[in-house]
């Protein structure tokens, strides 16, 4: 059966961090309702290169999505235009890069931080511009996404964990403790999610460094957490994906067939039992 999937991409996560600072997922973990993958990032470990792989599998050079300063709209097949092609609904709380990447480009904040247009890929949308937008507010404008809309698949991206990092840098008592608050966050919704029986993915896009950045090859910039949650996952502890293995995946967990995308077949269950037809959109 097809499920209803939420993705939490935790800007600037790093791996280790994730691991020593997120109680509530880590409890989750120890009592087997999730499971935790170490995954590498691909390069450059920047933001928006990274936004259009794990939304498209495709990787950063491959894309052209290559630095952050790129302002166009993808030119990729994404999760959200395969679900719209499939008949599926999608909502995105999240930076406005995202609403750039997949619905229109350049953002106008009057204009799209609040989308509601069926035409769109992301057709239902709460888009953020200030790194500092607090997360609190981001999970509120999910959950309101979610209640009234009732989305196959969502979006939601947090910024504080990675405005925290260029601040003060990955080993900083404000990185770990706004690691801390966002798990805090999660741990008011998770169990309505779970309740609901939606298949949830928690990562990120890239990690950080002491440099107060990213962008490069070093472990804590490119080692960056995977929390799976849900019957539509193994739960086999080796079974880590790639990064450009997380799109297909998803397409997997919504029933959408003939994606074409790469996906880690380890990761979930029998995928053909997950499949329903692939419709294209009539062009």
Known sequence: MPKKVILVV????????AEQCMGYLQGLKTQGTSTLYKLQCELPSKSRPLYETILTGVTPVLSGIVHNDINRNSNQQ???SLAREAGLTSAAAAFHWFSELYNRSPYDPVRDRHTEDLEQL?????????????DNYVYLDAESLRRRHNPDFMLIHPMNIDNAGHHEGVDSSHYRNTVRISDGELSKYLPTWIEEGYQVLITSDHGMNNDKSHGGILPEERDIPLYVIGEGFSHQ???APKQTELCGSICELLGIAGHGKPMAAKVLVDTQALKIP????AV
């Open 237 to 239: 502890p080796d079974a």
């Open 78 to 80: 994404s999760i959200f």
């Open 278 to 281: 692939y419709v294209p959109a």
């Open 10 to 17: 935790l800007d600037g996560l790093a791996y280790t961090t």
């Open 122 to 134: 992301i057709q239902h949308g709460c888009f953020y511009h200030g790194d500092h937008y607090p």
